[in-house]
């Protein structure tokens, strides 16, 4: 019996001792929110999870994340933002710039790290990329200023071509980043002597109309402007674009992994993955203020021959010397 009930004093020492030690270092446990416009699947999210276990950080065990999602319907992003400080979470991922606006419009204590952000001083999320100063900074791919270079490797690709349809999605960017890349785009292809068709989609229904526009003008190859709604249809878009036998050249390699003929733009693995560091930093003690805005550092052109040879297309040894991958 005496044996027993020490045996049971230790449990009881153990129950009120250790049981609230453990719950406390539980609640320690840094919370995350991610906030995105789009599924965060869109923008490579199990490339971020893959970074932060790097860093030594795993979900579930010594991390918690919240993600919210506005699935498109941008409208619902300040709110998203407001319920991810009511939670009190010790940092917020926001992608893309849309996200990003709403995050800085819900919290000025709250670090803030963006990714998938075109113009960030631009969009008035930071003064300048090398001291962002207050609660916010991140990463930027230049995906917006790239359109002239993409329309430039399409004209390679179609040296003949005269009509390009350029697909993109009103608001899908902030303001002055989505003004700046149209006006750049007109100015390009004006420089190349291709006439320019702007068709616009403003949600998932559009697609047809807007491909069905393209036939009757007659288009001979097609552009897609970055946005994350054409991002997340993107499957959708390349099937489009084959069944109207349309070459086109993208702002993101999941379109040439779908079967889209080519794609330019920034490694966006590096950047969530660059993102995931900030965030690693941040959780560590560094403040947002000290850790200047990172720009895409990689830039890839990828081209899928399969589809090329589907279209018809003989592209030129000089394209093809300039990818960075060839798709067989």
């Known amino acids: 019996?005496?044996?027993?009930?020490?045996?049971l004093t230790i449990v009881l020492f153990?129950?009120?001792?250790?049981?609230?030690l453990a719950a406390q270092q539980a609640a320690k446990r840094p919370r995350i929110g991610y906030l995105s416009s789009n599924a965060p699947e869109t923008f490579r999210v199990d490339a971020f999870r893959q970074a932060l276990q790097e860093f030594g950080w795993v979900e579930g065990q010594n991390l918690l994340v919240d993600y919210r999602s506005a699935d498109g319907?941008?409208?619902r992003l300040p709110e998203l933002a407001a319920e991810l400080v009511r939670l009190k979470v010790d940092v917020i991922v926001a992608v893309?710039?849309?996200?990003?606006?709403?995050?800085?419009?819900?919290?000025?204590?709250?670090?803030?790290?963006?990714?998938?952000?075109?113009?960030?001083v631009g969009s008035g999320l930071v003064p300048s990329l090398a001291q962002p100063g207050g609660n916010i900074t991140g990463f930027t791919h230049l995906n917006a200023e790239l359109s002239p270079k993409r329309l430039a490797f399409l004209t390679e690709a179609m040296p003949n071509v005269t009509h390009i349809a350029a697909l993109w999605h009103p608001g899908g960017l902030d303001d002055r980043t989505q003004k700046t890349m149209v006006q750049e785009t007109e100015d390009a292809a004006r420089a190349l002597g291709v006439q320019l068709q702007f068709v616009a989609v403003r949600g998932p229904g559009d697609f047809d109309e807007a491909f069905a526009a393209m036939t009757s003008a007659h288009t001979g190859a097609l552009m897609v402007l970055p946005g994350p709604l054409l991002l997340a249809e993107r499957r959708r878009i390349v099937d489009l674009a084959a069944q109207h036998h349309l070459p086109a050249v993208y702002f993101a390699r999941e379109f040439v992994e779908a079967g889209g003929l080519m794609a330019y733009g920034a490694n966006m693995a590096a950047l969530v993955q660059g993102a995931a560091r900030s965030v690693d930093k941040i959780l560590k003690g560094a403040k947002p203020a000290d850790l200047p805005v990172e720009q895409a550092a990689r830039f890839e052109l990828l081209i899928n021959l399969k589809t090329a040879q589907a279209l018809g297309l003989s592209l030129p040894p000089t394209l093809l010397f300039q990818a960075t991958e060839v798709i067989q």
């Open 1 to 7: 019996m005496r044996c027993s009930m020490s045996g």
């Open 14 to 20: 153990l129950g009120i001792f250790l049981g609230p």
């Open 73 to 75: 319907q941008f409208a």
């Open 96 to 120: 893309p710039t849309v996200s990003a606006l709403a995050a800085q419009q819900a919290t000025r204590t709250i670090p803030v790290v963006f990714t998938h952000v075109s113009d960030p």
